[in-house]
Structures are given as C-alpha cells and as structure tokens.
C-alpha cells in the first residue's frame, strides 16, 4: 500500500480495502479507528472532513500502522488504548488486552465491597492494572494490593493507576501469585481476592486467532488443562480472606463446573456459584469464606 497523496475519504477507503484483502475482519472500523488515531479526530470530525487533504507525515504513520494491523498485530497494541469500564486503559504488548466480559466482574466486586468502610481487594495477575484501577476508581475508600509476575505489566499498571489519579489507593507488587502479600500482614483481612488469572490449555493457544496470539504467553497459558492457577488460588485465598470474603475467579466459558467443583471440595467456601455473561456463557465463579 503506497499513497503519495490523498484527501482523508480517500484514505480511509484505501485502508479498509487494503485490510479487507489481507482478511481482517472488521476492516472498515480498523481502518476508521486507526485514522482517527493518527489524525486525532473524533468520529464526527472525521466524517466532517473527509474532502480535507492529509499531510505527508500522516498519511505514512498511517499506511504503516495499516501495515502492522494487516500483520494481525491487534489494533489495541497499534493504538494503545482500549475502553474498560467507560475509563481509558493503556495498554501494550507486555499485557493482556481487558475485555468487556471482564467488567461484570469488576461490577460483582463492587457490589459487594460497597458495603465496609475500608474495603481491602487483592487483584492477582493484574496485567494493565484494569481491575485494580476501575475497582478503585469506583469505590474511593477501597485499597487493592495489584499482583503481577512481569514487571513490565506493573509498569504498564502503575501509569494507568497515574492517568486514573487513584495511585494511592493500589500497591502493585511483583511476584506470583500471594507470594508477594505475605509481607504485609494481611492474614485473615482481605474482603476480596479477585482474578482473571490465564486459564488457556497450552495446547489449545497454537490454535487461537493469529491477535490473541500476539498477546503475552504468560497471560493466556493456565498450563496443562488451564486449571493451574485455579488450584493455587482456591487453596491460598483463604488465609488471606476475612471471615464471608468474596473470592471471584474470571473463567473460560468452560471451566465453571470445574472450578465450582474444585471450591466445594476444599470445604472452606459457601454460595459457589457460576455466574453468566451478557451472552449467556459461564464467565466467572464466585464463592464467600464459610463463617
């Protein structure tokens, strides 16, 4: 794809025809997002100005980030950004891209940690930090303990904790898993342990489309059958969680009988259950510290 010059309509045409080829699927919305990215133009102004004539320089960045979209590099990588909880997260190729179905979850948390004065919430893999920053974003009193084993990914959290302006509300720690909580006297003082850990069997990522595939290994692989982390966080939360604490687990749309089974069995926990998502598939499992 090469333009040496081109008003904004005929880019935008240009962009979507190109992607089209290469088979990207939504290729009129990417190659829309991407020139509003590089123009730095809402939607309305765009579609305001397309008889305009574009710069040189923008009309490069434009054809080059066409070229990475069309080398299945995710549009949310490209631009940097992607919408969670009606808040903008950065993000980048060290995290995984939040999802929407991950806001019920923040929204069950939420629900529940409204109700203590001082709420305490540890987010395991916390990857951009979109759980720990919405959840305090939305509860002012609430502190997070943020968990991730790449520092890269707690950079990536802790300027998303900046640009929210609730940095004093989160601790991000690096290390797996509880490891780095132990430290911190929080034995028995957790209202909330919530994780959207990676829950992909190993053999199953090689089959995922050609994006997921460039988001970070460690964020997708849950090991052997997907269930590693599942284990490790149903048998460790309790010693962290208050008497009733709520442990909520993100899932595959597969997994709930399986994780509920693997929380009934550790006799610890009450009110297990597999809650949907907004398309009718199991999304999480939610289950409280037995009194």
């Known amino acids: ?50 008889s305009n004539i574009a710069a040189k ?5 434009y054809i080059h980030l066409i070229h990475k979209r069309s080398e299945r590099i995710p549009l949310q990588y490209l631009t940097g950004i992607q919408e969670f909880m009606s808040l903008e997260f950065q993000v980048n190729e060290h995290v995984l891209i939040p999802r929407p179905e991950t806001e019920q979850l923040v929204e069950r948390v939420t629900g529940y940690i409204k109700g203590y004065r001082q709420p305490i919430i540890v987010d395991l893999g916390t990857g951009s930090g ?8 939305i509860i002012s009193k609430a502190f997070v303990y943020a968990v991730d084993i790449s520092p890269d990914a707690l950079q990536v959290a802790r300027q998303n904790g900046l640009n929210h302006g609730v940095d004093k509300q989160i601790c991000f720690l690096k290390g797996n898993l509880f490891q780095p909580l132990l430290e911190y006297d929080l034995g028995g ?35 052997e059958d997907g269930f590693q982390f599942y284990h490790a966080i149903i048998k460790e939360a ?11 687990l993100e899932i595959g ?30 999304r999480m499992v939610i289950a409280f510290l037995g009194e």
């Open 1 to 50: 794809m090469q333009i040496r010059s081109a008003s904004m309509g005929e880019l935008l045409k240009q962009g979507k025809c190109y992607l089209e080829k290469q088979g990207i699927t939504n290729s009129a919305l990417d190659a829309e997002v991407l020139l509003r990215y590089v123009l730095g133009m809402s939607r309305s102004s765009l579609f305001s100005n397309l």
């Open 253 to 282: 749309y597969n997994q709930g009988q399986v994780v509920k089974e693997l929380m009934i069995q550790s006799r610890v926990y009450t009110d297990v259950s597999i809650i949907k998502d907004y398309s009718g598939l199991d």
């Open 238 to 248: 309790p010693a962290f969680l208050i008497s009733g604490g709520m442990l909520a």
């Open 189 to 223: 003082k957790v209202h909330t342990i919530v994780s959207n850990p990676p829950y992909i069997p190993e053999k199953e990522i090689a089959v995922l489309s050609p994006e997921v595939r460039k988001e970070p290994f460690t964020a997708l692989s849950g090991g």
């Open 130 to 137: 979109a759980i720990a920053v919405s959840i305090a974003k």
């Open 57 to 61: 320089e923008q009309i490069d960045r």
